[in-house]
């Protein structure tokens, strides 16, 4: 077989940006080198949620899981010498996609492309940012809106771009099974779709290019079986979708286009080069099947677990994919698994339960109606739990965590400092100082942009009507405003969203049977309760900053309601100062903080700081998720009880350690259960 009948390889990406629109600008000029074939931006924080880096909850996060872009003279640098008109960009921005799209537009016009030309993708799923991410900004009706628009203009103004990337990735880290992220991913399809329809902005004979347009961003486990199968169960949904509820008619404008990211949340601390092999077989679910082979594939890398990747760990997961594009035979055949019962029968399955979910949805009144409900919020962290219950029990294996742990030393992780990426801490201050230059000097030449006010003015008189929001932001990029300025401007019309947690409404996932470890805690919290002279113990589980990653806070607070704990949990992106308002106000006998992005070094000690001022140090402060042990060891010395990391799979044990923490701090003595 000659080369010239190899069938085409998908785009090849890695998800990177860190510190400054300069460092990430040299990063993507790199990987192209290294053959690369797309861009795709991680943007920080306060630039997802509409936060200028220096507004009060941005602290810690600046440039730390992203590249923070405040104003169009950082979107200028960061794709400084890269020509946008030959690029494939894929932007992972929601609540604030329509401005990041229109700063993008603004260089590409400033570098003399065609916009017409532009090719690339803006997820712009605020779905599934209400359920899992929590990078939401605005309620859901207005969020509808500011996507709807977008899909209008890019379908008139630039007909190559994806206006929108529905992304069922982060439900399936949020513990989706294959059935609920299909449902919820065509839900949200089915929502967006029914709006962009019903806005009159875009004639009927022109739906089939908006449907064309839509793109998804899908998950694949190491399950790789049912994976592929969900991926073949997903094209089939989509095609009878699109033709019947809207009668889209050219097979071109109904073929279920799709990039995927394989999974993060299966990715172990504990012996963490298993994770390479783990990464291989999560890309076969999305290449080996021809019928249902993703366009795009990025993969993480083997240390995502333990914190950021070098650029190095990121060349090891592209040439992971370069090598079974271009040294395997993959690509030289038809579909492999045409005629195969076993797989058309799980397909089959698939289908049929997902569309039965699809439909109890559109009879709640839709996605929207589901979010705003808390239900789809509830039946996500629910299976979450039962999954974390299997791996706890046994049942569900993973290996180097609760199978096979004995393991030789770790030559990748001999010298942790080395084996990940640090943003060094003074990027912040540099980042707020460029801001603030840019804030005071915008008037001026060289770039002369007209009083940003006018433009803000506009924005707000738009969103108060019914006209097309893009002309207007594309006004405000030109004028030079910032991030926190637009995203202000649309919160003063609109207002904010504080989404449904769905842990009071989750059910009980672990048994607590006599004898069961469970049962054991629960004994161990009635009686520490009772020495202190109390009804119930009290534990705050608090979300400082901008981390909008909620599962292993939920998860946490879930566990410590089943064990007989009142639990004080308010959701996601909260100050150091509200997080100890509310412990003092609600008298709690322990706080547990939970941050995934970095900002942990900054965030818990500012937190033991405020409790010890309002002389409450005899509340013992927890802290879990992706803290380097460098950092564990500063975090315990500055007076934290005890520091939880991805490793640490038993939530019950964790529960159980809390409870000897409010011991501890309350001087009382050790109680004895039997192991």
Known sequence: MTERQKDRPWLMRTYAGHSTAEASNELYRRNLAKGQTGLSVAFDLPTQT???SDHVLARGEVGRVGVPVAHLGDMRRLFQDIPLEQMNTSMTINATAMWLLALYQVVAEEQGADITRLQGTTQNDIVKEYLSRGTHVFPPGPSLRLTTDMIAYTVSHIPRWNPINICSYHLQEAGATPVQEIAYAMSTAIAVLDAVRDSGQVPQERMGDVVGRISFFVNAGVRFIEEMCKMRAFGRIWDTLTRERYGIENPKHRR?????????????????????????????????????????????????????????????????????????????????????????????????????????????GGAMAAVESGYLKSQLVSSHAE????????????IGVNAFESTEPNPLTADLDTAIQTVDPAVEARVIASLQHWRDTRYQPPFNHPRPCKALEKLKEAARGTDNLMEATLECARAGVTTGEWAGALREVFGEFRAP?????????????????????????ELTAKDLGVGKLRFLVGKPGLDGHSNGAEQIAVRARDA??????????LTPE?????????????????????????????????????GATDIPVIAGGIIPSGDAEQLRAAGVAAVFTPKDFDITGIIGRIVDEIRTANKLDPLEVPA
């Open 50 to 52: 509409g936060y200028d």
């Open 256 to 364: 279920f286009r799709y990039g995927v990211q394989v999974n993060s949340l299966g990715l172990t601390e504990a012996q963490p080069e298993n994770n390479v092999q783990r990464i291989v077989l999560e890309m076969l679910a999305v290449t080996l099947s021809k019928d249902a082979r993703a366009r795009a594939v990025q993969l993480p890398a083997w240390n995502e677990a333990l914190g950021l990747p070098r650029p190095w760990d990121q060349q090891w997961s592209l040439r992971i994919q370069q090598v079974l594009a271009y040294e395997s035979d993959l690509l030289e055949y038809e579909d492999i698994f045409e005629g195969s019962k076993v797989i058309e029968a799980k397909v089959e399955e698939l289908v049929a339960e997902a569309t039965a979910e699809i439909g109890r949805i559109q009879e709640m």
């Open 387 to 398: 999954r974390r219950a299997r791996i706890e029990s046994g049942e569900e294996k993973i």
């Open 501 to 525: 947690t769905g842990v009071s409404s989750a059910p009980v996932a672990v048994p607590a049977e006599e004898g069961s470890a469970l049962s054991e805690v629960r004994r161990k919290v």
């Open 564 to 573: 007989g704990f009142e639990v004080v949990y308010q959701g996601i992106r």
């Open 578 to 614: 509200q997080i100890v308002d509310a412990a003092l106000a609600e008298d709690v006998h322990a706080v547990g903080l939970s941050i995934l992005s970095g900002s942990h070094a900054q965030l818990v000690p500012d937190v033991l700081e405020r409790l010890r001022v309002a």
